[in-house]
């Protein structure tokens, strides 16, 4: 096994292990720094906000949601319709484009991010990813490193997106769960209302003031995302909570 295979399956090994966002930029970095490049970059667009995992300069990355530049950035216009890694930058591969995605890339240059190779990941229902590896080295063949690199750092890009996906979303929901987690009083006052109780009722059989009985119920109510009582004692009952 020769050491490029050696970095590829240490980066497959470690990213098994990761349990946070942390983890996930470490091992990643660590890849890219292996691989010739300075820094790296995982971008998720979906319909809830963007997911960024990146060793990018914090102050780059917070300027560029601020200011919206993921509508703008011609890498990411470029990854959300190719289908192939593609390289971008350089010093013989002047930007294009139109005169703020020359001016984009311009500040982003000075920010240390030149050139580099992205790989596009395709979601479902219009979501998208992007995989980069990025440089500030003028010296950096990009053709080079595309030929040589290619195919590792198009299944690094896919074994990044699948184990983020499934460590970090799980994670999140989780988090959720525990979150939406029901009180026994909670539980009590829906159960009651689930067989016919009206908030008096509840009030007596659980020996709490009838406004408390309001209280736990409306707690229940946004804690599983009700739109009413109702709705909220269905989605209980349908998720075995009350059981």
Known sequence: MNSIENTFQEFI????????ANAFERIAARLAQKLGFQRFAYLRLADEAPMLISSYPKSWTSRYFHLGYQQLDPVVLRAKVERDLFSWG????APAGSRAQRQ???EATTFGIRSGITVPIRGGFGRMAAFTLATDDRKTDLDRLVGEFSDIIHQAGLYFHV???????????????????????????????????????????????????????ENARRKLGAASIAQCVAIALRRGLLS
């Open 13 to 20: 090994d470690a990213i098994q292990t990761a349990g946070d």
């Open 90 to 93: 350089g010093v013989a591969c």
């Open 104 to 106: 984009f890339f311009d």
């Open 163 to 217: 184990y983020v996906a499934a460590r970090l979303d799980a994670a999140f929901v989780t988090r959720q769960l525990i979150g939406n987690e029901l009180t026994q009083r909670e539980r009590q006052c829906l159960a009651w209302t689930a067989q016919g109780k009206t908030v008096a009722d509840i009030a007596v059989l659980v020996a709490i003031a009838p406004r408390t009985a309001v209280f736990h119920l």
